[in-house]
């Protein structure tokens, strides 16, 4: 214990020693609306520190361990060699995106200019807007994320620079989504800090897909922040798809704010990684607001894919719909924590959460916890979670029609999955997650054409 308690100290006091030494090339490479929110935020960060065990919120994940090794701060952009036709090819047939490149949490300086955006829609790096057009930033950053108590959502504030930006103005529907292109790619380990704020303004549309990648098999330590902010009566899908090597931690926290009559699409494809963390907090701020959430993970080896879904209703005749799956092979180990909290005065209430998880070995463990916390009396609410292995009555049943055994089991796991993958509103990506889904279910690497090791 006490040897527990002297890393800890440890490891918080490097980030503190670490602020301190980048304060000036912190602000430096940033914007005036980013620095003034730096010490606030390390005061808080060290408050807590990063969370362990005893941690409510993070108990089934060991991130003392990771925050604990030793990493190059990403704290300035650096000049990579990327070519984003020729290097990464996260090709999805048919489907048409604006493509936007981030490189170790930076907003990658040769992005071709977008053509054919709609009037007012501004896409681009956080940074740069922040300083140009500091009246479409300044209202929405670091709103939401300041209400959370999480540490590292602290410790992100305190060290971002950089990220993705998209505002769409009120009344218009940007269909056509925009792809975001994560990458980390470094020789050596990196911790790498990104900010993206995204808002969508009243009767508005807009879908934003967030792909996650290594390029490299070096180990790194990415600590991500998004807000987003749905308009009243908008519409906006954010997917995340995160295909990174075995040797890559990643903490991402992202918070929904869902204004009156608008409808939230939030949805998580964890094909690889080594250990993940996701984060997602919805706040439903207007009556008549629906959000539905879903997410998927496949693991293996020594993987650790961690969800954490709150879901806060606040506001009278919403509905919240959260569907979350896992599959785990070898050695890896999952988690999921989802917690719906319906306020006093959020009557007529509608909100339901399912976690559904298959072991397809006996060293594989899922840690499940459904949270229901509710303050009104008039609302429909369940959620219910279960783990197990495959259904051996349906695999029978396939095998006495003359399948075999590899094949039968795969049919089953492409069937679990797929009633999450449907969710998808995008057709072309559903499809293309459909592909992904199924190689790596296979076993095979389900990386895009150019990625490095997985």
């Known amino acids: 214990m006490t040897q527990t308690l002297i890393n800890k100290k440890a490891v918080n006091e490097k980030y503190s020693a670490l602020f301190q030494a980048s304060r000036a090339a912190l602000d430096e490479g940033s914007s005036p609306l980013f620095n003034r929110m ?11 520190g990063v969370p362990g065990f005893k941690n409510e919120d993070y108990k089934y994940t060991n991130l003392e361990r990771v925050f604990g090794k030793d990493y190059r701060p990403v704290l300035a952009y650096e000049t990579v060699d990327v070519d984003l036709n020729e290097v990464f090819k996260c090709d999805v047939p048919q489907l048409d995106t604006y493509t936007i490149l981030l490189v170790n949490g930076w907003y990658y300086a040769r992005n071709k200019e977008l053509e054919g955006l ?12 922040a300083n140009e057009k500091p009246e479409l930033v300044e209202s929405f950053l670091n709103r939401q994320a300041a209400l959370s ?20 103005p009120d009344n218009v529907k940007f269909e056509k989504p925009v792809q975001v292109i994560n990458l980390t790619r470094a020789q050596e380990s990196v ?28 180990e790194c330590l990415g600590n991500n922040v998004t807000e987003v902010f749905v308009g009243d009566e908008a519409v906006v899908d954010v997917y995340t798809i995160q295909n990174q090597n075995n040797k890559s931690n990643s903490v991402n926290s992202t ?25 997602l907090v919805v706040s439903l701020d207007g009556e008549n607001a629906e959000a539905s959430v879903f997410g ?7 993987q650790h894919v961690d969800n954490y879904t709150n879901i806060q209703h606040n506001q009278a005749n919403c509905l919240s719909n959260q569907l979350y799956k896992n599959v785990l092979d070898e050695d890896s180990v999952g988690a999921f924590t989802g917690r719906i909290h319906v306020a006093r005065d959020a009557q007529k209430t509608n909100a339901f959460q399912r976690n559904n998880n298959v072991l397809l070995t ?4 899922m840690n499940t916890k459904p949270q229901l916390i509710i303050d009104a009396d008039d609302v429909k609410c369940s959620h219910g979670a279960t783990v197990g292995q495959i259904d ?15 094949d039968a089991r795969m049919m089953l796991m492409n069937a679990f999955a797929h009633e999450v993958v449907q969710e998808i509103r995008i057709e072309p990506l559903r499809d293309r997650i459909d592909e992904l889904v199924e190689k790596r279910l296979k076993g095979e690497l389900a990386k895009c054409h150019s990625c490095d090791k997985n």
């Open 296 to 302: 998927m993970s496949f693991t293996d080896k020594r």
């Open 392 to 406: 051996e009555d349906a695999l029978f049943y396939l095998r006495a029609r003359g399948i075999g055994e590899k």
């Open 38 to 48: 730096r010490e606030i935020s390390l005061k808080r960060f060290e408050q807590v």
């Open 191 to 218: 911790f790498s800090t990104q900010r993206n704020l995204i808002v969508a303004g009243k009767n508005s549309e807009a879908k934003v897909i967030f792909c996650d990648h290594t390029l490299t098999s070096t």
């Open 118 to 129: 709609p009037e007012g829609v501004v896409v681009g790096s956080l940074k740069q807007i």
């Open 149 to 168: 108590n999480d540490p590292l959502v602290a410790l992100n504030t305190a060290f971002a620079q950089d990220g993705f930006f998209l505002y769409v």
């Open 255 to 279: 918070f929904f704010k869902v204004g009156e009559k608008s409808n939230l699409l939030s949805g998580v494809a964890t094909l690889h990684g080594g250990l993940i963390r996701n984060n």
């Open 362 to 365: 006996d060293s594989a463990k």
